[in-house]
């Protein structure tokens, strides 16, 4: 069974269950809250502090007793990231999937509404930071707002945010392994913690700037042109969706605008969009239609049932057929 909820939903749940707090035997500092994942939905806690004037941390370690869905609408974002130790969220055509080796930043502004995905019995344990955009703006005065791009880019308002989904670094993963083990209590841990989290935003701003690929033009997209962009969304969830030239012109942007939307708006390039979101449409088919492989393959644009086979098993990690085989869920 596949529980479905809004975001409004999913936090009166959260309300809920945390209205009369329970006992626990986690220690907690006074700057710090526990919550409880709604015993409904699973097992689990997030711990949630703030660590500065708008500046807040959350340690989150829960379990879903079924395959769990949130759909979230358009809305205001401040600056965010998420690094997981274990888990993934997955995640609809707006966005790509993310834990394990991906991480996710995310500038403040407009977010796109969007459905995210979380698998039963799959532990999920990550931190995530939240920061207010003018918590930033402080570290970018006027006459030096020129040499850092990579950060002002994080911060918008009225605009359609940036993300970004970079590999986690060794360096990373060992600085959030101290978060999650802190040594020290009271203001002491407070400290620590806040100077750990902006540790983490600074490798993470050093690596999207070395990377140039992943980083957009901090011209920001018109209304006129992500609608563009959402219509060539549109086209290629078409059978038989155009190459790329031919689709910038039906759309009526460049090549290179239309690349460079995608990245903005959905994380990924135009190819990489189309192959998600082809992987997808054939884990849909293969669970829940009757239907052959080799069909399965051509209705998702794949001529040759070996590449399909292959890149099915690179995206999920299974083969089509092991897929074809599992248990269908009760939608």
């Given at each position: 069974?596949?529980?479905?909820?809004?975001?409004?939903?999913?936090?009166?749940?959260?309300?809920?269950?945390?209205?009369?707090?329970?006992?626990?035997?986690?220690?907690?500092?006074?700057?710090?809250?526990?919550?409880?994942?709604?015993?409904?939905?699973g097992?689990?806690?997030?711990?949630?502090?703030?660590?500065?004037?708008?500046?807040?941390?959350?340690?989150?370690?829960?379990e879903?007793?079924?395959?769990?869905?949130?759909?979230?609408?358009?809305?205001?974002?401040?600056?965010?990231?998420?690094?997981?130790?274990?888990?993934?969220?997955?995640?609809?055509?707006?966005?790509?999937?993310?834990?394990?080796?991906?991480?996710?930043?995310?500038?403040?502004?407009?977010?796109?509404?969007?459905?995210?995905?979380?698998?039963?019995?799959?532990?999920?344990?990550?931190?995530?930071?939240?920061?207010?955009?003018?918590?930033?703006?402080?570290?970018?005065?006027?006459?030096?707002?020129?040499?850092?791009?990579?950060?002002?880019?994080?911060?918008?308002?009225?605009?359609?945010?940036?993300?970004?989904?970079?590999?986690?670094?060794?360096?990373?993963?060992?600085?959030?392994?101290?978060?999650?083990?802190?040594?020290?209590?009271?203001?002491?841990?407070?400290?620590y913690?806040?100077?750990?989290?902006?540790?983490?935003?600074?490798?993470?701003?050093?690596?999207?700037?070395?990377?140039?690929?992943?980083?957009?033009?901090?011209?920001?997209?018109?209304?006129?042109?992500?609608?563009?962009?959402?219509?060539?969304?549109?086209?290629?969830?078409?059978?038989?969706?155009?190459?790329?030239?031919?689709?910038?012109?039906?759309v009526g942007?460049?090549?290179?605008?239309?690349?460079?939307?995608?990245?903005?708006?959905?994380?990924?390039?135009?190819?990489?969009?189309?192959?998600?979101?082809?992987?997808?449409?054939?884990?849909?088919?293969?669970?829940?239609?009757?239907?052959?492989?080799?069909?399965?393959?051509?209705?998702?644009g794949?001529?040759?049932?070996?590449?399909?086979?292959?890149?099915?098993?690179?995206?999920?990690?299974?083969?089509p057929?092991?897929?074809?085989l599992?248990?269908?869920?009760?939608?």
């Open positions: 069974m596949t529980i479905i909820l809004s975001s409004d939903d999913w936090d009166e749940l959260w309300c809920q269950q945390n209205q009369n707090p329970q006992s626990h035997s986690i220690l907690l500092d006074e700057f710090e809250t526990l919550n409880e994942l709604p015993k409904c939905l097992l689990g806690y997030c711990r949630g502090m703030k660590l500065s004037p708008g500046v807040y941390l959350e340690i989150c370690d829960y879903f007793h079924n395959d769990f869905v949130i759909k979230t609408p358009v809305h205001n974002h401040l600056v965010q990231f998420e690094i997981f130790s274990s888990g993934f969220i997955y995640c609809d055509e707006v966005y790509p999937n993310f834990g394990g080796k991906r991480f996710y930043l995310s500038g403040s502004g407009i977010a796109p509404g969007f459905t995210s995905k979380y698998k039963k019995s799959e532990r999920m344990t990550c931190i995530n930071v939240e920061i207010e955009p003018e918590v930033l703006a402080g570290f970018l005065p006027r006459e030096t707002e020129q040499i850092a791009p990579n950060l002002k880019l994080l911060i918008k308002e009225n605009e359609w945010k940036t993300s970004f989904y970079p590999d986690v670094t060794l360096a990373m993963q060992v600085t959030v392994q101290q978060i999650l083990n802190s040594p020290y209590q009271g203001v002491t841990r407070r400290l913690l806040q100077a750990k989290v902006f540790e983490l935003l600074a490798m993470q701003l050093d690596l999207i700037s070395a990377d140039q690929g992943q980083i957009s033009s901090s011209v920001p997209l018109k209304p006129d042109t992500i609608a563009r962009i959402y219509h060539a969304r549109d086209i290629l969830h078409q059978n038989n969706p155009p190459a790329m030239m031919e689709l910038a012109q039906l942007l460049s090549d290179r605008k239309l690349q460079r939307g995608f990245r903005e708006l959905f994380g990924t390039t135009v190819f990489g969009y189309l192959h998600h979101h082809r992987m997808e449409q054939a884990q849909i088919l293969l669970r829940y239609r009757d239907m052959q492989v080799s069909e399965v393959a051509h209705a998702v794949y001529s040759h049932l070996g590449h399909f086979t292959e890149a099915f098993k690179r995206k999920f990690g299974i083969t057929k092991q897929c074809q599992r248990k269908k869920s009760t939608l």
